[in-house]
């Protein structure tokens, strides 16, 4: 059948054209996928097992100058603990009809990378988008935002405002068409389609969908803020860093109400905007607890903003600080603390009223599979047939999680209200 050779056509075009270079195609905003390496570890029953040390070796034994032998303390060997990290799926999917098919097979390489470089980049795009999302906020108690308000424009769309603190642009930016479900806690109040940004600075946007949905979500939101998680999401990512740093109890089956290296510290900027001093503030803690290298911030574009302005503070922490260093539109702004270097970088996803903290080397995606178009079990396949539409399906897929063995290091903070 001709569409059959035009797919051994297109297996055969897509592996000279992209070969092992689609993680390539990871946009910017992925900054944790492409920074945070990837373990890929072998799953027992439904999750990874990871041996951590939740506390060190004691039995010390002391005794004096005049002292001589002495009876021995006993000992106590370093407590370690299993982590169950349990990997999230997400499979993500696109189509070429037969006739743009067609077109490209016969046309050759150029024809190839002309009918089908934008569809795989967008699809790479949409799928690294929300794994971005879930390493930041998968698991969050607010979603990717929470509602605060909403006016109804008519029967099928209405205005929803989010809570300025939960308010992140850059996750609705170019989500158009997106399903989203509102949530009253573990309720679902109903399930709208991203519409257009209204208002950037106030945190509004439009979303749209059936009546009866629009209905449910404008009265629920007459009495209280509701939860927005991307459509299927709630419960079933794994968690990120919000969720990892403010867990308190089990956290990856460790119970970090006994075993305190294994909670993550929050800080409260105390309804200003952040500062070096208030940043300088929160790395206190987790020094405290042990943290003795590099580590990387990540904050909202406004609060790089505000922190951009204030190169007065880090002349004061940074001796051998540079102007350029804190330049607008620069990719990081670096300082010392004690011993350790501080790197803030803006990311367009993380929400306007916090900020995250962690150092690089403890923190890594584990998974049984990295972003691929190889799905598994179909080997070098990247094209199937729909069996409804005169189309070619192309899929992104992943099975991943964001792990730590220190939780103690990593910081978030909050209430943070940018200038």
Known sequence: MAEITIKSVLEGLFKEVYGDKLYNLIPD??????????????????????????S???GATYAGPEEDGFALE??????TKDAVVKGSQILMRAAIGYKAAAAAAKGGKQAFVNATEMIIKRLMNSISRRVESMLLYGGSATGIGEADSSVNINATSTTVTFTAQTWSPGSWVGQKNA???FYNGNTLVGTLKVGTITDLEGAEMTFTGLAADITAVDAALALGNLQVFWHGAKGKEALGLDAIITTSGLLFTIDNTVYDLFKGQQFDVGGVALS????TD????????????DVQVLVAPRTWQDLNKDEAALRNYDYSYKP????KGNEGIKFHLMNITVEVKSHAMVKEGEAFVYPKSHLRRVGAYEISMKTPGYGEEMFRQLENNAAFELRAYTDQALFTERPAHLIKLFNIVNS
């Open 282 to 293: 929160s790395l206190v803690n987790a020094i405290l607890y042990g943290l003795d290298e």
């Open 179 to 181: 399903s989203v479900d």
């Open 29 to 54: 905003i992925g900054m944790l996928i492409k920074e945070v390496p990837f373990r890929e570890t072998e799953q027992l029953g439904n999750a990874f097992h990871i041996p951590v040390i939740v």
């Open 276 to 279: 070096f001093d208030k940043l």
């Open 324 to 327: 350029s260093m804190a330049e």
């Open 56 to 58: 060190d070796e004691q």
């Open 74 to 79: 006993s000992p106590e060997a370093m407590n």
